[in-house]
């Protein structure tokens, strides 16, 4: 049954956004999120039309998971644009106290005659 593999493809993937992330690093859970979605992708095109109540109330249970699924991608994604920001201040930061004098002028304090 199509329908129900589906939906426990939705059930992993929701599992996998309520689990610590102290359990596995965020690459792996990336990789396996990623390969959750690509594997409801593709059941999403061999789907067929629900025709019993049972199909009808698996659809309704999928579309329920999907709306915290997407509120958890949202916010791994805000996680994750901010993790990158504050690496780019420290890379920076870093730079700056590496070499304080890199963005300063090389004509600075220079004093040029223009009279002949």
């Not at 009808?56 to 990158?84: C, G, S, T, W, Y």
């Not at 890199?102 to 600075?108: E, R």
């Amino acid at each position: 049954m199509v329908w129900q593999a589906f939906l426990t493809r939705t059930k992993e993937l929701e599992e996998m956004f309520h689990q610590s992330s102290s359990s596995m690093t965020r690459s792996q859970r990336m990789e396996r999120i990623e390969d959750l979605l690509e594997q409801r992708q593709a059941l999403l095109s061999k789907l067929p039309q629900p025709s019993t109540d049972e199909e009808k109330a698996i659809v309704q249970e999928v579309k329920k998971r999907d709306l915290v699924i997407n509120q958890k991608m949202e916010f791994l994604l805000m996680d994750l644009k901010n993790q990158m920001r504050n690496n780019k201040k420290q890379k920076s930061s870093k730079q700056r106290y590496i070499n304080p004098y890199q963005s300063v002028s090389t004509y600075d304090g220079m004093y040029l005659d223009h009279k002949k």
